[in-house]
Structures are given as structure tokens and as C-alpha cells.
Nanobody, 123 residues
Framework: QVQLVESGGGLVQAGGSLRLSCAASGRIFSSQTMGWFRQAPGKEREFVAAVSWSGGRTYYAGSVKGRFTISRDNAQKTVYLQMNSLKPEDTAVYYC????????????????WGQGTQVTVSS
């Protein structure tokens, strides 16, 4: 079974940066696509970014492309989300997720989820 734990959230002013981490445990981590999702109050959970097993292929939502970078270190079983040029619209609970699929964009395509970490961007 895969367990995921996010960390690195917090309060930051617009234009600032944060780096989220997702520590994973489990026997199938190296074979999985990893993704980040976020959910703001009153909104549905939305796709943010995903990274392939090798780390060589990454995918981003249009709203974050050019500002966020997803990466992974399989030796450390950790996935990262570097967030730069943060905007108030980025405020949400951010979730790390894992899927055994080649790639997934929808929350229903992911099998395992972390508990979430709050990111708040002030104007």
C-alpha cells in the first residue's frame, strides 16, 4: 500500500515562492505517475501537475504553467512542487496523489492521496 504525506505549505505574499514536498512509502512507488491537485473552498478539486516515473515528462494545468515545476526523486521517494510567482488565486489545499496509470488528469484516476497541505497567498 502507498502512503503519501505532504509538507511545505504556509502563508506567503503574492509574488513569493513555496516548495511543497510529498514523501511516499510503498512497494510500487517507482512504477507510478505522481500528481498534485488543489482544492479551494467552494470549488472542485482540480489538476495542477503530474510527473512520469522517470521525471522526464511533466504536465501542467494552464493556470500554473511557467510558474510551477514538478519533479521527483525516486531514490528518496519524494515528489516536489516548486511554486513561484504565487497569486492569491493559488490559495487552496494542495494534495499529492499517486496512480498506477501512465498518466492521469482527473482525481478519480488516482489511487492514493495525502492528507493535504494549506497554501495561502495574500494580496
Amino acid at each position: 500500500q502507498v502512503q503519501l504525506v505532504e509538507s511545505g505549505g504556509g502563508l506567503v505574499q503574492a509574488g513569493g515562492s513555496l516548495r511543497l514536498s510529498c514523501a511516499a512509502s510503498g512497494r510500487i512507488f517507482s512504477s507510478q505517475t505522481m500528481g498534485w491537485f488543489r482544492q479551494a473552498p467552494g470549488k472542485e478539486r482540480e489538476f495542477v501537475a503530474a510527473v512520469s516515473w522517470s521525471g522526464g515528462r511533466t504536465y501542467y494545468a494552464g493556470s500554473v504553467k511557467g510558474r510551477f515545476t514538478i519533479s521527483r526523486d525516486n531514490a528518496q521517494k519524494t515528489v516536489y512542487l516548486q511554486m513561484n510567482s504565487l497569486k492569491p488565486e493559488d490559495t487552496a489545499v494542495y494534495y499529492c496523489a499517486a496512480t498506477q496509470r501512465v498518466l492521469g488528469y482527473g482525481p478519480n484516476e488516482y489511487d492514493f492521496w495525502g492528507q493535504g497541505t494549506q497554501v495561502t497567498v495574500s494580496s
